[in-house]
């Protein structure tokens, strides 16, 4: 009984009283409303009784589905993009998805200007190709050499070589100061 704090094994009162009985409890030490309890008991006496119900006959309470608005946005970014070529990287604690850096961006877009969804939706896919985050749409296929404009052709292999000029001129300045400093 001792070891019990609960009220299965009797009541506070019967416990103070045993302890007092016993001489654990000096009569100077008794609680203050011992001797009110003694004289006005309680009409019902307060006992621990362990309700048994069959889990059969528990009522399932029902817990009603979390949406909320962003998670409209998340599913038509996966309807529209997938779920992306890399995997998630959750070992760093500050990673964004590209799921997240959209919906992010689309609150901020559709906050700042009064675009219906399917614009607002176009904005952010545009604005997030603007900061270098490539979007693929899901089952679009990677255009073939042929069907490409061949102007936007001419200007990438332009662009290729001037890049590569300007490399190569930048490594060979860099042989010749690192010529003329040997001794």
């Known amino acids: 009984m001792a070891g019990s704090r609960l009220e299965k094994f009797g009541t506070v009162f019967t416990r103070v009283r045993n302890l007092m009985h016993s001489g654990v409890i000096k009569l100077p030490e008794k609680p203050i409303w011992y ?6 008991p309680p009409k019902r006496v307060p ?3 362990k309700t048994h119900t069959r889990p059969c006959t528990k009522k399932r309470e029902t817990v009603p589905e979390v949406f909320y608005k962003e998670d409209d946005i998340r599913a038509k970014f996966y309807e529209h993009y997938g779920t992306g070529p890399l ?3 959750l070992s ?3 990673f964004a998805s590209t799921c997240q850096r959209f919906v992010d961006k689309y609150t901020e877009i559709k906050c700042s200007n009064e675009l219906d969804d399917p614009a607002a939706f176009e904005e952010t ?3 997030l190709l603007a900061e270098r985050i490539v979007l693929r749409r899901r089952g679009a296929r990677s255009v073939s050499a042929e069907s ?3 102007v936007l052709e001419l200007k990438l292999t332009d662009m290729l070589a001037e890049q590569q000029s300007v490399s190569a001129s ?3 300045k860099m042989g010749c100061t690192m010529h003329t400093k040997a001794p």
Request: charged share 40%; net charge negative.
């Open 148 to 150: 490409r404009d061949p």
């Open 92 to 94: 760093k604690s500050n």
């Open 125 to 127: 896919g545009k604005a």
């Open 35 to 40: 001797d009110v309890y003694e004289a006005f």
């Open 47 to 49: 006992l621990h009784v």
């Open 170 to 172: 930048s490594e060979e």
């Open 87 to 89: 995997p998630f990287d």
